[in-house]
């Protein structure tokens, strides 16, 4: 009995020392740099009986960073054959990707904030440039900063660091994506050799078709288009692979990637984190983008990406809970249905099966505009109502106008509106007059 008592209590010695944890931090943070992700003194996860959960909100900084040789002139050149020439199992590059993630265990939800590479603001110790350089500088406590003081002074829990290799190595290691593309992606820089080749069409991507789906930027949008795809592929991986079944298998799946991720998580707080996500509806996971425009080209010696600070106080009040008045912003008034930009797509390129829609939301008040012919080869079953800017009471307004479809909070709808339709097989159907082929997967 007292051999069993010592070995018991061994044993879960061993499993709270491992839970607790953090053996994919690449180095421990100065006291200086771990108070940036310790304002919150309040536990994020407790584990009991089952699976480690929730305890609170969580704010989470996740950057996907890139490193090439010609960034360090002194580092020694690499030979490779295929995609990319990069410094190896580096992470102190720019920031490619950026996102603030927040999980909600009181909202039950899953929000995630894209905050495009080429943003200006103002990083500590380096003034207004585009804020990827922050991790380069200083890295995810630099990174972390930056993103705060941008946002309100939000508090950032915690920070997780990947990059290209680990990415296409984690793709893998779930068995690929499905995503339909558009229009065929090709590009080729042979400084960098850089090489896309993707078609058109519905295909299942693995770790290097995924990396140069995220790096496409030649489609007329820059950094933005990047970011819309990065939500479009985030919402296929959510849908396709997220599931209580994965969680036992996240520590072995990023112990494949380990090299190549950084992440002052502990285990306890990702099985947390994971099974919180992946009990999750589709609808719960909410996916919205600084709000801006792009500078023009008499303001700056270089592009921006120039965030609008008042929609910006709306979605981090709605979405984070930051108090508008850190930005500035006043609380809103009634919103006037006709003020809200809705932007009316669709697939078929017949303008009258746009022009009904827009005649219909025309009666309910709203003034939408015609959008692109998006020319997909798999339309959706369901036409999407999309809230570009997180505004679910205005994309409801219009799906009651329209009758139908359903409302996702993304940032990949036109940049120009408030509310993007995105005209399904739903509504072909619904509509009189003749009908074009379907196509649908």
Not at 27 to 51: D, M, V, Y
Not at 151 to 178: K, P, S
Not at 312 to 327: C, I, S
């Amino acid at each position: 009995m007292l051999f069993m008592a010592i070995a018991s209590g061994s044993i879960g010695a061993g499993l709270a020392y491992f839970l607790t944890s953090k053996p994919f931090q690449q180095r421990a943070l100065t006291a200086q740099e771990a108070e940036i992700f310790n304002r919150n003194q309040a536990e994020i996860s407790a584990a009991t009986a089952g699976l480690p959960e929730l305890t609170r909100p969580v704010n989470i900084l996740v950057m996907g960073t890139i490193l090439l040789t010609g960034d360090l002139p002194n580092a020694p050149e690499v030979p490779r054959e295929g995609y990319l020439a990069q410094v190896e199992h580096n992470l102190n590059g720019m920031s490619d990707a950026m996102l603030l993630m927040r999980f909600d265990p009181l909202a039950k939800q899953v929000v995630v904030l894209s905050i495009p590479r080429d943003t200006l603001t103002n990083v500590p110790t380096l003034g207004q440039v585009k804020i990827n350089a922050a991790n380069y500088v200083g890295g995810a406590p630099l990174a972390a900063r930056a993103v705060s003081q941008m946002l309100g002074n939000i508090t950032i829990d915690r920070y997780v660091r990947v990059n290209v290799q680990g990415f296409g190595q984690l793709i893998d290691a779930l068995g690929g994506v499905e995503v339909d593309l558009p229009q065929p992606m090709k590009y080729q820089d042979d400084s960098q050799r850089l090489y896309i080749n993707l078609p058109a069409g519905r295909q299942r991507l693995d770790g290097n078709r995924a990396i140069q789906y995220m790096r496409f930027r030649q489609d007329g949008m820059g950094d933005i288009g990047r970011v819309q795809r990065q939500q479009q592929f985030l919402r296929a991986l959510i849908s396709q692979k997220l599931s209580l079944s994965l969680i036992p298998r996240l520590p072995d799946i990023l112990a494949v990637v380990q090299q190549n991720l950084d992440t002052n998580l502990s285990v306890e707080e990702l099985l947390a984190l994971g099974a919180f996500a992946a009990r999750a509806q589709r609808q719960q996971f909410k996916l919205v983008m600084v709000p801006g425009r792009f500078s023009e080209p008499w303001e700056y010696s270089l592009s921006y990406w120039l965030p609008d600070t008042q929609r910006l106080a709306v979605v981090m009040d709605q979405y984070f809970g930051v108090p508008r008045h850190r930005f500035g912003a006043v609380e809103p008034g009634t919103s006037d249905a006709a003020g809200v930009r809705v932007v009316v797509q669709d697939w078929t390129g017949q303008a009258p099966f746009r022009q009904r829609a827009i005649a219909r939301l025309q009666q309910a008040g709203l003034t939408p505009i015609a959008g692109d012919h998006l020319g997909q080869p798999t339309p959706p079953k369901v036409t999407q109502i999309v809230a570009q800017n997180g505004d679910v009471a205005s994309a409801e307004r219009v799906r009651a106008a329209l009758g139908m479809g359903e409302v996702v909070v993304e940032s990949t709808g036109d940049l120009d509106s408030d509310v993007t339709v995105r005209l399904g097989l739903d509504w072909q159907r619904a509509v009189p007059g003749p009908k074009p082929e379907l196509q649908s997967s």
